[in-house]
């Protein structure tokens, strides 16, 4: 499976910038975002079940991030608002195999999107 990523940009303080991730199967489970800031490791941002019904958004990231799978375009957005200069990172698609519980953990993430630099500038 193939996770194409996109949406990234330079972006102001306060604004706003949506992320999808498009699979090549869908022969997944949970598809999910994380992030890896300069100089800090990569973490996990938020996941949704392929198939509806879950969503996860790190706790410090709540009310400002959002994910969702677009049934009809067949892709999973998430949606970064009131972003700050912290968010600034490369953001990661992943995606699980049929059949793993959801985990944060990266190394339950089977598939891996090429990256997409967020820049938020203040």
């Known amino acids: 499976v193939q996770l194409q990523a996109s949406g990234g940009g330079l972006v102001q303080s306060g604004g706003s910038l949506r992320l999808s991730c498009a699979p090549s199967?869908?022969?997944?489970?949970?598809v999910g975002w994380f992030r890896q800031a300069p100089g800090k490791e990569r973490e996990f941002v938020a996941a949704?079940?392929?198939?509806?019904?879950?969503?996860y958004v790190t706790t410090r990231l709540q009310g400002r991030f959002i994910i969702s799978r677009d049934n009809l375009e067949n892709t999973v957005n998430l949606q970064m608002n009131s972003l700050r200069p912290e968010d600034t990172a490369v953001y990661y698609c992943?995606?699980?195999?049929?059949?793993?519980?959801?985990?944060?953990?990266?190394?339950?993430?089977?598939?891996w999107g090429q990256g997409t630099l967020v820049t938020v500038s203040s």
């Open positions: 992943a995606a699980q195999r049929p059949g793993r519980t959801w985990t944060k953990e990266e190394r339950s993430y089977d598939y």
């Open positions: 949704v079940r392929w198939g509806g019904g879950s969503t």
């Open positions: 199967a869908f022969s997944v489970s949970y």
